[in-house]
């Protein structure tokens, strides 16, 4: 399984910005998927984990109202939408799946294959 994560980039405060991961070895009609992010210094932080076949979900109370995903089985992607991005959003973003699903949670040891990760820097 490979993934490949890209859209990251610079925004200002209070803009949008859509990450997206694509795999290969994997479909994201089974198991969950998972978007992580680790800013300077801190570890890493659970953003958004899913299960695919039932749409259980947890979202971090940073994230609830302004970040969602979706996926696009046609391409084989999943996305992050991000709306009402803020300075403390900087970190590198990372997206990860699990070929089963996982617990209501988000949290790096249930998840087997990452990305390589992409920057995302929110600034004026």
């Known amino acids: 399984v490979q993934l490949q994560a890209f859209g990251g980039g610079l925004v200002q405060p209070g803009g949008s910005l859509r990450l997206s991961c694509a795999a290969s070895?994997?479909?994201?009609?089974?198991?969950?998927i998972g978007w992580f992010r680790q800013a300077p210094g801190k570890e890493h932080e659970g953003l958004l984990c899913i299960n695919n076949n039932d749409g259980e979900s947890y979202y971090a109370d940073s994230v609830q109202g302004r970040f969602t995903t979706f996926r696009n089985l046609a391409e084989n992607t999943v996305s992050l939408q991000m709306n009402s991005l803020k300075p403390e959003d900087t970190a590198i973003y990372y997206c990860?799946?699990?070929?089963?699903?996982?617990?209501?949670?988000?949290?790096?040891?249930?998840?087997?294959?990452w990305g390589q990760g992409t920057q995302v820097t929110v600034s004026s």
């Open positions: 990860a799946t699990e070929g089963v699903n996982v617990k209501p949670r988000c949290v790096v040891a249930d998840f087997t294959h």
């Open positions: 070895g994997f479909t994201f009609d089974y198991g969950a």
